[in-house]
Each structure stands twice: as C-alpha cells, then as structure tokens.
C-alpha cells in the first residue's frame, strides 16, 4: 500500500476544471478553423534524433528522455559512469518526450512531403513536456495550441494571426489585451545602423531583456557582449520609440534609411498594418514594439507577443515569421509562420478577471432523477430514456437512500435540476421537478418538463 | 542535418484522419455526457511509485519510465552495473508515462476524496503508453477512452453501460455488434462446484484462452495447472452454455445452485438482463459468455466485452465491476464498474466497412476564395471577413498565383466551395460560387452565395 502522490510540476485537472478548458480549447478551435486551419496530431514520443539539438543546450537539458526497454544498461561500461551523465545518456534513451509542437511539425511537414498541400494550413493541441524547475504557473506538462501556415511568405497570413488572435481574445471575453509586434528583420536594420551588423541574435537576447531588467542592465550586458559605446548610443530610439506622437513608420524609415534589410522590415510591417484595416478590422488592438524579440533565434520576420491587461501575467500568446523551420530535417527554403496560445495563463487570466460565462461553469448533467424505491425506480427508467432521447443530459441516482443524499448529490454536482419520481407523482405520471438555483418547481407531464429544460 | 523519422510504434495523425478520430471522440463524450459522466484528465507522467505493481510483471516491464533530470547517475555504483537493470532503474529513474486510465484513476479518487461526491461518474479520454511489440493494430502509444462509476454497486450502473455501448455505437453507424457479459462471481461459482474452490482467477486465464486456442488446450492447461481431471470432467457445460435452446439462467442456476457465489452472480446477470429492458431498450445485442474473463484479476463482478462482426477483429470495447480498485491506495471499499473503448479498433472497423459519415469525410474549410491581384484581393478581404462572421470556415488563397494552382489546392484540400473575385465580378459586385464536387456554378451577391454556403 502506497501513499500516492503526482508528479512534480504535474497537475490532475477535475471536472470543474476540465469544463472550463474545454471551453478554451473549442473557442479556439472553432476559430482556427474558421481560418481554414486543420487539424493534425504527433506522437508525445520522439526520437532523440528529432529532438536533439533544436532547442539549444539549455533546451537538451530540459528534455524529458525515456529509457530503452529491457536491458538499457547492457551497452554501459564502467568507465561510461565517470565520463558522466552526457557519455552514458545515448547508451541508454533514444527517445523523449515532445518539447514544442513546432520541431514536430517541422518533421510532420517533411516526412509527409509529397502527401500535403502546400501552403499547409494546419493547427496542433497537444501536451508538451519540459523539465523546467516547477514554479507558480510553471509546469512540467502542459497544453500548447499552435496554428502555422508552411509554404507561403505571403503577408496576408500575418495579417489573419492579428485578426485570428483578435477573435479568439473576443470569443473568451478577454477583451483587453495587446498585440505586440516587431520583425526580425527591423533588428537586423537596427544592427547595421547601429555599426553591429549581423549581430542582431545577441542584440535581440540583451533587448529582449528589457522589460525584465531595465534599460541600464541591457546597456551593460551589450557592453559585456562587446558591443562598443558608439554602437549603444545610437541605439538610443529603441528604447524611446512608440512613445513619441510621431508617425512609428516614418520614424523608422528615416532611422533605418541606410540598410536595406532594415527598409524591408518596416515595409512588411506596414504592410501587415494596412493589410489588417482592409479585412475591415477597426482599431486593432496592435503595437510596434522593437524590443520585442522573444528570444528564439529562429525567427526571420514578423515577431507576435500578445499580453492581458489588468493583470499580472506573462505573454498569452506568441508567435513569428522563420523562413527555414524544415531546413534542419534535410528541406530547404519552407517559410512559415505561426502563432502559439498558453492555455493554462489564459486560463489563470479568465478565471482571475472571472470571464467564464455561464456555460463554462456547469456541469455537463442537466436533470437528476431521484431514486425512491424499486417500483418508482422502474417506472422512472423509461421517462430516463426518454429524456436522454431528447437529448438532455440526465442521469438516476444509482441507489435508494434518503432524498437529502440524493439532492446533496445533484447540488455538489452542481446539477441545475432534480426530476422527483416518488409514489405520488408516478400514480399521477405528473412529475416534480425542482431547479435546483432558483428553488422553483414545476409539476407535470414528461412533456411539459422537458420544455422547461431545453430551456 | 537528420533524417527524420518516427519513433518506432507511433504515428502522426494527418489532418483527414484527424477530421474522423475526432467524430469518434465526439460521439463517445456527447454519449458519456448524456448518461451523467463528467470529465476528468490526468498527467502523462506519474511516479512510478504510483505505476509499478500495478498491471503484473509484464506491465512493470512494459511501462515507459523516464530518466531522471540532471546528473542522472550520480548514484550508480560500477557494481550496479553488474547487478543489471533492476538494481540500475531505481537509481535513474523515478517517473513513468500513463499506462492505462484505471490506476491514474483511482489516484486521482483517493487523492480527491475529500472534493468528489460519491457515486462520482468520470469519463477519460487520453493517450497510454506499452513499451510492447508494435505490429499491426498494435501500437506504443494510443488513446483509451474510460467511464467509470465510482462509489456504489448499484447495478443500474451495468446496466447503463449496457445501453450507453449500445448509444455509441448506434451512432458510430456500427450497427452489427454482440456486447458479450460474464461474471466473476459465475467463475467463483463454476470453480467451486468443479471442486476447485478459490482457484476461479487461474480457471479464468486458462477459459479466457478457449477462443485462441481451443477447448482441448484449455483443458491441457488446466490439467498443466494442476486441475484434477474430475473437475475438468466437470467443466463441460461451460463449453456447451448458450449454445443449447434451455434457458440460460435456468440451466445456470441448476449447475451452480451448490455455490452462493455462484448464485448471486447468476442473480445479477438477470438483474442486469431485466434493468436493461426496463430502460426500454428492445433486443438488446447482449449475450452472455461463461468463457470471457478478459484476463483481468481485478473484476469482481459483471464483466463485458463488444466484438464488432462482419469484420476480423479483437474486441472494441471491455470493462467490468472491481471492488477494491482504491484498496492499493489505502482507500477500501470503494466498488466501479466501468468501461473501455478502443478507439483504434474502432476507427478500423469504421475504416473497413465505410461507416463514416459525410460530415466525417469533409475538411473544415467550407470555401475559399481566389487571389487574382492586388486589386481583387483588397476588394475580397471584407467579403471573407463577411463570410466568417456569418460563421463559415473560410480562406483566400495567401498568393496571386494561377488561378489552375488555386483551385488544385481546394481540390487537394477537399475545400467544398471555390469563391472567384475577379476584375469582373468585382465590378458587378456578383461572385461566382463553385461546387467542387458537382461543378455546379452559382453567381449572386454574398447574401446570395452565404444562403448557399449555409446550406
């Protein structure tokens, strides 16, 4: 006999709360598809071949690895145990748990080649698995729900992530938030006028910063990074830009008018600002943020980060452009983009702000029936029947004991409505039904009933 | 640079498979949802703690375990290594992945005991994980999908499963099934009049076996096992029950009437068989079967299985009443029946016969509309925004490209409906709308073409 307990960082998620999520993920999902994404699934098990590798040595480390079956310890010597950990782990696990859903699809993509329609439109929900310390909203499993369009640099398709994310926001009642936005390339721009050129990924890891450490902390890192003086006072107007009443884009285009990359930035940018009124999206609740940078160097263009308002809470949301997501499995030159919600932060702002409507805080069973006696019993399985034909969601309660049971059992259930069948009202076949909120009831036919509870 | 490939005994679910899986998964929990089962979702990994023991062992060595984060074998000795992986696996790993729903299940019972209401009714649906032989059908990770009563030994709860099988199924589109129920207490029975009392559990791996491999190898075994050959002389009706015209409970009860176990198993399966007619189910597809002891020691009392015919296949569906599924965990006492689909199985069977429906065999996308140039576009932008506001699933074709590509896509893509906005029609402001399927071509105003898109 044990004494169980779960797994650090990992979480049982019970009724209440599963209604709640469910209506997350089919609010999103209905949007997804509204947008022509479909769906598609991989395995939580990967090679370490896959995996390995994509996501940085910090990444390596916080994957989950599972160990061979049978022997797993044959092919390790003794010498391998003082080699360390990193000289025995290939003798002993060539597979792990799902990271990311990006470097699965990535995989998805090539391996289905010739059976898929480029451009692939598709949207993933699944669970994924890092080994991250666990902290306060920080969990070593948890639900990622992306959606990426492969095969196209079309800008239209950052244009329908700032309108899908606008939806869905709107659909879960959250309806203050922001979408940040940069592009990678207005990075790279910023580098070369700056006298860094090409040296944008460290600019971006120290700028990314900024919101964490402050502008001084970021400027000292750049100089512990190398980056000379000259080249961290010209960089003065990220730290000021937005906040001035300027045009953003002419502001830009006159600090950027020396590198061409940096021109291209703000146009794609533009463009994705003009492309968003067109599909007739009226104040868009959009923001040019040039320290956004999300610290993932993969990203080639558009950057999305999306925060809640009026409340303490990271990034909802985020997202961007990467022109050479399959590159790494042997298929060159498939742009994509794409964006990823956090379920369990949308889930934390929801329930903090209490935006769950009424329907996302029942429980699935509409109407119990009370269980009196056998003969009651018997004569309530077929109007049972018959409710459940009607399609309500009903249920008898299995035994025969005390009303009070039977009502505490509904009301912790938090089932809205009590059907009474006792003596009395199966000789009359005119039933009781109670709601069980309000504490009204209503007598009468099977009828009559099941209108009040379509209601 | 890698050549992905899959770990061995898993798959990616594209999305036309993904469109199927989910009208399984949706029938099964609007099915649960109706008999007043409510959903719980566990962790993927539990303590292993928690898993070994649990399912034999031949389960323990089949459980996926995870190795332990950091410096994993910082506490391997060099003679570990010789002592093999027994001595190693408690040292380097401490996790597992989900093997099954039951005994995540029952931990999360007795870890919740205090929040849930007894009889608590759950429903489950998520992937395990078998370290098994892959082969066809057979596969390393897959989706179980469980309800269970928890909390009362009532039997309208079998006899609800009874009818809930009968509910999916009907609207799986199968329709020719046999739901097979035994009883444990029957074998109890059956071992105590053969003179081998208390010994049902060794009977019931050895009968279990009679549909592989035959009556005389059963017998074989038993003898193997050490059943004196009186007592196998003593066996024969349970070869020959259901296959005679006699009444089945009536023969049953004359052959068993010595054993009050026995007994009381014959009482539930009538009360089983009477309850289910009571709910007005008619000719219901069950059948009892005295060999069917589904290998599983736990059962205590009814035990089902559902065989899809017309179709070679293993069993879609099994479960069972167990009294002491918490016992394991310190709570006693706690008796469930409960059930099992399997949802691969399924989706062969519905695979191989064509059963699904239309609306199973579509993509989401309803229409999509063409990119002429940038003119069109910017004039089709407000009519696709039109479109998903009135709730359809739409697209634009993301480039300007030939308009053969455009429509190969929609075709590839099994996009129902093509929205052509060219010069012309964006002049007239009437669309042209094509049927993918017949060819059908219709020109109107959106209003004009939404009504035909509703449709």
């Known amino acids: 006999m044990s004494k169980p307990s779960l797994a650090r960082g990992t979480r049982d998620f019970g009724p209440e709360i599963m209604v709640k999520r469910t209506f997350i993920f089919d609010q999103i999902k209905t949007v997804f598809q509204k947008f022509g994404f479909l769906p598609i699934e991989t395995p939580s098990i990967e090679n370490l071949s896959v995996l390995m590798g994509k996501y940085g040595e910090e990444g390596d480390q916080l994957l989950f690895k599972i160990l061979n079956s049978g022997d797993f310890i044959k092919d390790v010597q003794p010498d391998d145990l003082q080699k360390g950990p990193k000289a025995v782990l290939p003798k002993v696990a060539e597979k792990g748990l799902r990271y990311d859903l990006t470097v699965p699809f990535a995989r998805f993509v090539v391996m289905n080649r010739n059976e898929i329609q480029l451009p692939f439109k598709r949207y993933q929900i699944q669970p994924v698995w890092r080994a991250d310390r666990p902290q306060k909203g920080r969990y070593r499993e948890f639900y990622q729900c992306d959606a990426d369009v492969v095969g196209t640099d079309s800008l239209l398709c950052e244009a329908e992530i700032v309108l899908m994310l606008h939806e869905v926001f709107e659909k879960l009642n959250i309806r203050e938030f922001v979408i940040k936005v ?27 910063k900024l919101d964490k450490i402050g502008k001084e902390k970021v400027e000292e890192e750049l100089l512990q990074r190398g980056f000379a003086a000259d080249s961290i006072g010209l960089l003065q107007p990220v730290f000021s830009l937005g906040q001035t009443g300027d045009d953003l884009f002419d502001v830009l285009k006159t600090w950027l008018s020396a590198s ?42 558009a950057i999305f980060e999306v925060k809640a308002l009026n409340v303490q809470m990271g990034s909802i949301s985020g997202g961007g452009r990467y022109d050479n997501l399959t590159g790494t499995f042997g298929m060159p030159g498939v742009s994509g983009v794409g964006i990823s919600l956090g379920v369990d932060r949308i889930f934390d702002v929801m329930e903090e702000l209490k935006l769950f409507p009424e329907q996302a805080r029942q429980a699935n069973t509409k109407v119990m029936i009370t269980n009196f006696d056998e003969e009651c019993r018997n004569h309530a399985l077929p109007v049972l029947t018959r409710l459940r034909a009607e399609g309500i969601n009903a249920e008898i309660y299995p035994e025969v004991s005390k009303l009070k049971k039977q009502f505490d059992y509904a009301n912790k259930k938090n089932i809205p409505y009590v059907l009474v069948i006792g003596p009395e009202e199966m000789e009359k076949q005119s039933y009781s039904l109670k709601n069980m909120v309000t504490g009204e009831q209503s007598q009468g036919s099977v009828e009559q009933l099941t209108a009040i509870l379509h209601v």
Chains 1, 2 share one sequence.
């Open 182 to 208: 940069n592009n990678r390339k207005i990075l790279s721009g910023i580098a070369e006028v700056i006298g860094a050129a090409g040296r944008e990924s460290e600019l971006c890891v120290a700028i990314d």
């Open 260 to 301: 061409e990359e940096g021109m291209k930035g703000v146009e794609e940018l533009q463009a994705i600002w003009k492309l968003v009124g067109l599909y007739g999206l009226h104040s868009p609740k959009i923001e040019f943020d040039p320290t956004l940078a999300r610290g993932l160097s993969y990203y080639t263009g």
